[in-house]
């Protein structure tokens, strides 16, 4: 299957209300182009620099998510850049990006990005600290928490994530029933190639393709 067709095959199975980042992984710009051309509106970008490239090529026409870890010393393209923040875990990080967003008058809408599974090596929040995170950033100005990203274990069995990403929409809710000011939980943003439609019936409506749109392999074997 060409890029064309992986894109329109997924579009064409997602539920009404979820939306699809294509998470271009270092892509070079004319697969990125190629996706857009059939349907993507949300690129989804793990690096500032290559962000920074891509953007330049490919412009406004789409919507720009930043869903890697984001240093402290990018926050100023990021602030320039994205369209979104979806990986916001310390306070610390949410200040400087702020100070950035502020400099350039823009409000950033931001995703507190949860360890889910409460794993040493991963980047997010640990579940009991994101209600706190989230009415903290709330106070901040320029920022517009908009909902709750998370990445989830590596599991053997797809299926065995699926008490995760429930745990995730547990966390979303609760924290929506907080009604805190300035915050608005509209988006869950959790599953990749292998484990979307899990996400999805979880309850995401922000879903994260890389493999299942761009990989070699799937595009070539099949035909
Ligand atoms: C790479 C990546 C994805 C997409 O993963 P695939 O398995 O290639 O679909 C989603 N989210 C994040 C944060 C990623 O880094």
Redesign the pocket.
Known sequence: MSITENVKQLLSELPPGVELVA?V?GRPPQEIAEAVAAGVKII?E?HVQQAERDYDIIGKNVTWHM??HLQKNKAKAAARIFDMVETLDSLELAKVLAGECYRINKTMPILIEVNIAREDQKSGIMPEKADWLVSEIAKLPNLKVKGLMT?GPNVENTEDIKPYFAQAKKIFDRINSLIIPGVEMAYLSMG???SYRIAIEEGANLI?????IFAEEDRHSQH
């Not at 994260?208 to 299942?212: A, E, K, L, S």
């Open positions: 998470a992984k989804g793990n869903i890697g990445v990749m190639s292998g994260r393709i890389g493999t299942n």
